[in-house]
């Protein structure tokens, strides 16, 4: 198995920002909670994986090649509240 290397991101999804980050074993272009609903880019495809047992499924957008895929670490981040100073 390869070493685990850190990865992050960001995107949006209804109008609100969300950050991720989490070490795998292969290059992670994106994660998403649940289906992601969008189509793979060429070359890349979205596999669907939990880190444990009853907790919630993500999918995962890595090389189309990898068929050896693992992760640990997820973290994901919603959108901070605003702060408006007086």
Known sequence: MSAFQAYGGAY???GR???WRCYATARVYEVREGDPALPAPRGKKWIRKSPFRGEPEFSWLIDEAIEDFSHILLQME????Q???A
């Open 12 to 14: 949006e999804h209804d």
């Open 17 to 19: 920002s969300f950050r």
């Open 78 to 81: 919603p959108p901070q509240p």
């Open 83 to 85: 702060v408006v100073d």
